[in-house]
């Protein structure tokens, strides 16, 4: 066999104390670091305070079996190998060892050949597994970060900052004015993190009427209050081993305030109505459009809640600040519309890319993007004109004897707040958040043109 360049920090759990000293000296005299168990109890000892690449466990054992512990290297570290060795092997046994993840199943008597050859073998495994993640995260940034278009100082700092946070557990803050794009920080962010096999799960706080916004984060048990006659899960155990993100987190009432504090503290929940709390293992990312020291000098936000969520800081400047991303942005958003509507990509003209370049963005890129989109419908010669691109309110007739101003104001408003519905297929949380105005201003608005429809 050639030599083993290799090396695994390797845990030997047997209850026979001449074979567990005669596999710790071959792994050591193979240069691997090696521990020593008598039993499968004190192997989990040693599980819960270090990582290992490697278990080599007897099956048959006083206490805790080969079994037992296998399952539960597997729930500590899935990462973990486990070879499993015995004298008493059935195919069953073989096989029943092999769906709760042993890498390898040895029968005894074996040459010691055979133990190296497994061991290297799982190194090998647990080496290759790391360049497929790594090449994952690697494709991961290209393909995700490519979606946040950005050639300025700024972008370009933030696409570090992402880089260098996904891979920590770390809580994040995401604070910038509504449309430069918070909520797609925060999925890149656990995009690129060791919990991007897990639920992304987004909750607007200022969007859930504060009675029912306890029950949506924190669950809660059948009968807790009128109307519960299901116990529901909630959010954070929905994410559970993936990523929340409490998205206008200003918004959330001081009372839900406290008991999120607590639940990040002790990484557990209490459902609305239950009496046990639950663990929860959840990351953190919150976005905000207010400025929340000015909302604690208020009293309107806990100052301790604030330091637990800010452990890391990105803030997006408006596009209004960044004006060298204007044109790649639009690019990149005409690209997609036009995919996304099965249409040829039009060109953009020397006075059309002018406009753009000039164009005072209250709404950022959500505005940016409404304005390209308006435009794409235009279009009739695959070309975008300054025209196409003009807001509607840009567009004034001329005064030709008197007009009724309230009913074309109406109409205007009409006009808009479908454009939003459709967009979003009639979510009206999400319309809000494109008018930029308030869930329930939206409501009324609606209501008063007769707009109003279950959806």
């Not at 079994?67 to 060795?85: A, H």
């Not at 940034?141 to 300025?152: E, H, I, P």
């Not at 770390?170 to 995009?191: C, D, R």
Request: proline content about 4%; aromatic content about 6%; overall charge neutral.
């Amino acid at each position: 066999m050639e030599e083993n360049t290799y090396t695994a920090d390797i845990l030997i759990v047997d209850d026979e104390s001449s074979l567990r000293r005669m596999l710790s000296i071959a792994m050591k005299r193979a240069g691997h670091q090696v521990t020593a168990a008598p039993s499968g109890e004190e192997a989990l000892v040693f599980l819960a305070s270090a990582k290992f690449d490697i278990v080599i466990t007897d099956l048959k054992m006083p206490g805790i079996g080969g079994m037992e512990l296998l399952k539960k290297v597997k729930v500590l570290n899935p990462e973990t190998e486990v070879l499993v060795i015995t004298a008493h092997g059935t195919i069953d046994s073989a096989m029943e060892a092999v769906r709760a993840g042993a890498f390898d199943y040895i029968q005894k008597p074996f040459k010691m050949a055979e133990i190296e050859l497994a061991v290297l073998r799982a190194i090998e495994q647990n080496i290759l597994r790391r360049e497929n993640y790594s090449l994952k995260r690697e494709l991961g940034a290209r393909n995700f970060l490519g979606k946040m278009v950005g050639k300025s100082k700024q972008m370009q700092g933030i696409f570090n900052l992402i880089r260098k946070t996904a891979p920590t557990s770390a809580n994040v803050l995401i604070t910038g004015e509504s449309g430069t794009g918070k909520e797609l920080v925060a999925h890149s962010i656990h995009q690129l993190s060791k919990r991007s096999e897990q639920s992304f799960l987004a909750v607007n706080c200022g969007a859930i009427p504060e009675n029912l916004l306890e029950s949506e984060l924190f669950g809660h048990e059948k009968g807790a209050f009128t109307g519960a006659e299901q116990k529901k899960p909630g959010l954070f155990r929905a994410a559970d081993g993936g990523t929340l993100l409490l998205d206008e987190i200003g918004e959330l009432p001081q009372m839900l305030q406290v008991k999120l504090l607590r639940s990040l503290q002790e990484k557990k929940i209490k459902p609305v109505g239950g009496i046990n709390e639950i663990p929860v293992n959840v990351r953190i990312v919150a976005s905000t459009n207010r400025n929340l020291q000015t909302e604690i000098e208020k009293g309107n936000f806990r100052k301790d809640l604030y330091y637990r969520l800010n452990v890391i800081h990105i803030h997006i400047p408006p596009l209004n600040e960044r004006r060298e991303d204007i044109l790649p942005l639009a690019r990149h958003l005409l690209h997609k519309l036009a995919q996304e509507a099965n249409l040829p990509v039009p060109n953009l003209s020397e006075n059309s890319e002018r406009f753009l370049q000039n164009y005072d963005y209250s709404g950022n890129i959500r505005e940016l993007e409404n304005l390209l989109e308006r435009a794409l419908v235009l279009d009739t010669d695959s070309n975008i004109s300054t025209n196409d691109l003009k807001p509607m309110q840009e567009k004034r007739p001329r005064l030709e004897g008197g007009i009724d101003l309230d009913q074309k104001m109406e109409e205007v408003e009409k006009q808009y707040i479908l454009e939003a519905l459709n967009k979003t297929g009639w979510n009206r949380t999400k319309s809000a958040e494109i008018l930029g105005i308030s869930f329930r201003s939206l409501r009324y608005r609606m209501s008063k043109l007769d707009l109003d429809r279950s959806i």
